[in-house]
C-alpha cells in the first residue's frame, strides 16, 4: 500500500493527526492521560438521579391522583431530554433555556405536589 504526502489521507482530507497515532489522540486534552474518568462518573450520577427526581415525581403525582403535577414533571423531562441534545449539538444557549424550562416545571410539579 502506497503511503499518501504527510498531512492527506487516502481520501484526500488533510488532517493535523498521524493515522499510525490513534492510540495516543485519547491522551491528549487536560487529563493528558492521566487516566482521570471522574467527569464519565459525575456525568452518570447526574443522569441517574436526575431520571429518579423526576421519575419519582412523575410516580408520586400518579399515586396522588394530580394530573397537573405529572405533567409538570413530564414536560420538565422533556424539556431535560432536549437540553441533553442541545449539549450534544454544543449548542449551550438552547442547554441552558431549556435547563432554566426544566427546573421551573419541576418546581411546578413539587409545588402541585405538596398544596
Same mark, same amino acid.
Given at each position: 500500500?502506497?503511503?499518501?504526502?504527510?498531512?492527506?489521507?487516502?481520501?484526500?482530507?488533510?488532517?493535523?493527526?498521524?493515522?499510525?497515532?490513534?492510540?495516543? @489522540?485519547?491522551? %491528549? #486534552?487536560?487529563? %493528558?492521560?492521566?487516566?482521570?474518568?471522574?467527569?464519565?462518573?459525575?456525568?452518570?450520577?447526574?443522569?441517574?438521579f /436526575?431520571?429518579?427526581i423526576?421519575? /419519582?415525581l412523575?410516580a408520586?403525582?400518579?399515586?396522588? #391522583?394530580?394530573?397537573? /403535577?405529572f405533567?409538570?414533571? @413530564?414536560? /420538565?423531562? +422533556?424539556?431535560?431530554?432536549?437540553?441533553?441534545n442541545?449539549? @450534544?449539538?454544543?449548542r449551550?444557549?438552547i442547554?441552558?433555556?431549556?435547563?432554566?424550562?426544566?427546573?421551573?416545571m419541576?418546581?411546578?410539579? +413539587?409545588? +402541585?405536589l405538596? +398544596?
Amino acid at each position: 500500500m502506497m503511503r499518501e504526502s504527510l498531512g492527506q489521507d487516502e481520501y484526500g482530507s488533510t488532517s493535523p493527526f498521524d493515522p499510525d497515532d490513534l492510540p495516543n @489522540l485519547n491522551a %491528549m #486534552g487536560p487529563a %493528558m492521560g492521566s487516566g482521570n474518568d471522574f467527569e464519565k462518573y459525575a456525568v452518570a450520577v447526574i443522569i441517574v438521579f /436526575g431520571a429518579l427526581i423526576i421519575g /419519582g415525581l412523575m410516580a408520586a403525582s400518579m399515586s396522588f #391522583g394530580h394530573r397537573n /403535577g405529572f405533567l409538570f414533571a @413530564l414536560g /420538565g423531562a +422533556t424539556a431535560a431530554w432536549i437540553s441533553g441534545n442541545a449539549l @450534544l449539538l454544543d449548542r449551550p444557549r438552547i442547554y441552558a433555556l431549556f435547563v432554566a424550562i426544566a427546573a421551573v416545571m419541576l418546581i411546578a410539579s +413539587t409545588i +402541585t405536589l405538596v +398544596t
